[in-house]
């Protein structure tokens, strides 16, 4: 399927062709730079949360995941014990997955130890695809990359947990790595 042009008139993606949070994220984030340790974090935690459920939902979830995890601060994270986590389970706010919120903290707890190194956004962007050409249906659009398989072995290596070719592939699209949108969507070659 190839861009969907909305009751607005405009040319989108299909899958935020609808008014609302899908839309609205579509327009206004997805495939845009973001930068500093607590966005990646934030973003590589909220694509590890969204694994097996609709990104819609982690959309509408995304204030409370903000507050529990304090902002996404790496350090205040990090220091987050057994009681933090079964706060966390408690909160019916959040998705409340054992594993993907102990994998939240065990990345806290990587990024913090990526800061003698690299950092975690240079080495996420160290992963830079050259720009693919714009698919012009979602059939053609990629799942994972060479560089999302490298990027997840990398990161594995690093301590990192849920942080699989495909996560870290939709990472990428989201974070502006690469434009991800259709040719023909209105947001297809916009700087960000």
């Not at 042009?5 to 327009?27: F, K, L, N, S, T």
């Not at 990024?111 to 003698?116: E, I, K, S």
Request: aromatic letters at 8%; charged letters at 25%.
């Amino acid at each position: 399927m190839g861009p969907l042009v909305g009751e607005d008139g405009v040319a989108r993606c299909p899958w935020g062709g609808g008014p609302g949070v899908m839309r609205d994220y579509h327009d206004t984030e997805w495939g845009n730079r973001v930068r500093g340790e607590s966005a990646y974090l934030e973003r590589l935690t909220l694509e590890a949360f969204q694994s097996g459920l609709s990104w819609s939902t982690i959309l509408h979830k995304r204030e409370a995941f903000r507050e529990v995890f304090l902002g996404f601060d790496a350090d205040a994270i990090a220091g987050f014990g057994a009681d933090d986590e079964a706060r966390l389970m408690g909160d019916a706010r959040i998705v409340r997955n054992r594993a993907k919120i102990s994998a939240a903290v065990v990345n806290a707890r990587a990024t913090v130890a990526l800061r003698d190194a690299e950092g975690l956004e240079a080495l996420v962007l160290s992963f830079a695809p050259d720009p693919p050409p714009a698919p012009t249906t979602t059939e053609e659009m990629q799942t994972t990359s060479p560089e999302s398989v490298a990027l997840s072995k990398a990161l594995k290596k690093r301590g990192f947990a849920f942080v699989g070719p495909t996560t870290m592939f939709a990472l990428m699209e989201a974070i502006g790595v690469f434009d991800p949108h259709l040719a023909g969507c209105f947001r297809r070659g916009q700087e960000s």
